[in-house]
């Protein structure tokens, strides 16, 4: 049995359903220096994980893209 985890990994696109943005705001904040997003080649990932982490420690404050 595998016992390494498996990462999972969001698009630009999951984002936006899961954010309930457009797509112009979602590439705003894959691009944003304070969100933990990765860019390989001209697309941008996020770690599901990575970005729960984020929204929970900017919960409450404002963020503008």
């Given at each position: 049995?595998?016992?390494?985890a498996i990462i999972e990994i969001l698009t630009t696109k999951d984002l936006?359903?899961?954010?309930?943005?457009?797509?112009?705001?979602?590439?705003?904040?894959?691009?944003?220096?304070?969100?933990?997003?990765?860019?390989?080649?001209?697309?941008?990932?996020?770690?599901?994980?990575?970005?729960?982490?984020?929204?929970?420690?900017?919960?409450?404050?404002?963020?503008?893209?």
């Amino acid at each position: 049995m595998n016992d390494q985890a498996i990462i999972e990994i969001l698009t630009t696109k999951d984002l936006q359903q899961i954010m309930r943005c457009g797509r112009r705001q979602a590439y705003e904040l894959m691009r944003a220096r304070a969100f933990p997003s990765i860019k390989i080649g001209a697309k941008y990932i996020v770690e599901k994980e990575a970005l729960q982490k984020w929204l929970a420690s900017n919960r409450g404050k404002e963020f503008l893209v």
